[in-house]
């Protein structure tokens, strides 16, 4: 499939984890006799990234060169852009009850069918001092981030990971698309370039903008929500869902744009993340990326720029996916239209620009936001949700 595409996976091949016909069978047979781990949410969410090529070119979860390369130079040992380490971390109790095991199996929840064997080539300790100032800038144990870090098992499990079932979802199923599956939709719909869109929140006018501006000089947008795990205090997945389709329903061309779930589980990485996002993007057949400010941030732990500096650090042919870099936007009022400091050259007080805080408040006390900060049916279904009980 790579011939046609407009845009080669990150090291030039889409991998595929998943053993099925004769070789499924004998790894299920194989698979039952093994040590378990049951994976976390986060790890779940890197072995469906892992089983249908998110990551590729990762094959399974990195070993020790691969880690120290990436947290020291952002780059895999055979010099490949990589930003964020992909590692299965493992406890003391589940490292002794492994034992010398040179496979095992993982598995959702206690007891569950494996759903994939990991082939463990090395044990090496994780340097959670040394992660959290490489990937997350801080130490904080407050940043989440660094607290899911500080929380996993002091010991990695490196090796190829062959897959039996890909993890699976109950939910919005017709929008889990696999990076096979965007390229070929993006083939099918005739699109040679197409710009990728991350989120984790409702899309209000602003980002519209951003998605829109990009698909001026584009042939397709893919609006790609994270649905994985978020911070608790986030707009619930079903939620967002609605308003994405509330906003594709009345306002997105349907030939140009689609939305597709991006099941990674969220680093709140900051300037790392970016990079990871964008180059996962690419597998899924991007050719362009939208990194906004402060993209995957969280708290004041990164300067809002510093997400968009971090690819000056490579060079284009590195990431292959282009970054398409974007400053705050807005309706102004006397531009008449939607905006940014590049664009407009008034004052704040010709913008239309509400806080976060600001507009929780109007939602919460059943007030639509601004028709020019927010579409009323995107306003009407974070209403309604906040009426629901929780
Ligand atoms: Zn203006």
Redesign the pocket.
């Known amino acids: 499939m790579s011939d046609d595409t407009p845009i080669a996976p990150h090291g030039g091949v889409l991998v595929d984890l998943v053993v099925d016909g004769a070789d499924g069978e004998a790894l299920a047979a194989e698979a039952v006799n093994l040590p378990k781990l049951v994976l976390g949410e986060r790890e779940l969410s890197d072995l469906e990234m892992l089983a249908v090529g998110a990551l590729s070119p990762l094959t399974g979860f990195q070993g020790e060169a691969d880690y120290d390369a990436v947290l020291d130079t952002m780059h895999l040992q055979d010099g490949l852009a990589w930003a964020i380490p992909v590692v299965l971390s493992v406890t003391d109790e589940e490292l002794h009850r492994i034992g010398n095991a040179s496979s095992v199996g993982l598995t959702a929840v206690e007891g569950g069918e494996p759903l994939a064997v990991v082939r463990i080539g090395e044990r090496f300790a994780r340097d959670k001092q040394r992660e959290a100032v490489s990937v997350y800038r801080t130490e904080d144990p407050e940043h989440p981030g660094v607290r899911a870090l500080l929380d996993a098992g002091d010991t990695c499990l490196g090796g190829t990971v062959e897959v039996l079932t890909v993890p699976t979802h109950d939910d919005f199923t017709s929008y889990r698309l696999t990076p096979a599956q965007t390229r070929a939709a993006f083939q099918e719909r005739g699109w040679k370039t197409v710009v990728g869109f991350q989120t984790r929140n409702p899309i209000h006018r602003a980002h519209e903008y951003l998605q829109k501006c990009a698909l001026e000089i584009v042939d397709g947008l893919l609006v790609h929500p994270l649905m994985g795990a978020t911070k608790s205090d986030d707009v619930p997945p079903e939620v967002r869902m609605r308003c994405y389709e509330a906003l594709f329903d009345g306002y997105y061309p349907k030939d140009r744009s689609m939305i597709g779930i991006f099941p990674a589980a969220m680093r709140y990485a900051g300037p790392r993340e970016a990079i990871w996002h964008a180059i996962a993007r690419k597998n899924y057949g991007c050719t362009h990326f939208i990194v906004g400010r402060d993209h995957a941030g969280v708290g004041s732990y990164y300067g809002t720029y510093d997400a968009q500096r971090i690819f000056e650090g490579f060079a284009p042919d590195e990431l292959g996916i282009t970054p398409l870099m974007f400053e705050h936007s807005f309706f ?6 939607m ?1 940014s400091p590049k ?4 004052e704040d007080a ?2 239309v620009i509400l806080s976060g805080t600001k507009v929780r408040d109007m939602l919460r006390n059943g007030e639509r936001p601004p028709i020019e900060f927010s579409r009323p049916e995107v306003a009407d279904i974070l209403i309604a949700a906040m009426r629901e009980p929780t």
């Open positions: 102004c009022v006397r531009c008449e239209g905006a664009t407009c050259p008034h010709d913008r």
